[in-house]
Nanobody
């Protein structure tokens, strides 16, 4: 599965951006998709995720209420897409944002989509810079 993220850029504090990510795989091959970010000198951290089976969404505390994850496909073998609407951006949101996918498999225990190691496929990242 290949992932292609886009939509990053430079925005002022309080502004908005919408990140997009397309996966070269249909819905039946993907369990969940998520967004992670990595600021300079920091470790990669979880931002948001969506599980396709039931549409459950998850957010880190730092973005809850400001960011919204969504996505889907047009059905059949169509590619999956995931979006991250980011509102009321703050300088501390500055980071490279990565989209990632958890493959669909016969899990005995459902993956914890807040954990990076659950994700097998990663995109190349898109830079978001929030100026103060």
């Amino acid at each position: 599965v290949q992932l292609q993220a886009s939509g990053g850029g430079l925005v002022q504090t309080g502004g908005s951006l919408r990140l997009s990510c397309s996966a070269s795989a249909p819905r039946f091959r993907i369990y969940a998709m998520g967004w992670f970010r990595q600021a300079p000198g920091e470790e990669r951290e979880f931002v948001a995720a969506i599980e396709w089976n039931d549409g459950n969404t998850y957010y880190s505390d730092s973005v809850k209420g400001r960011f919204a994850i969504s996505g889907g496909s047009s059905g059949g073998n169509a590619e999956m897409s995931v979006y991250l609407q980011m509102n009321n951006l703050k300088p501390e949101d500055t980071a490279v944002y990565y989209c990632a996918a958890v493959p669909r498999a016969g899990y005995m225990v459902a993956p914890d989509v807040r954990l990076a190691y659950e994700y097998e496929h990663w995109g190349q990242g898109t830079l978001v810079t929030v100026s103060s």
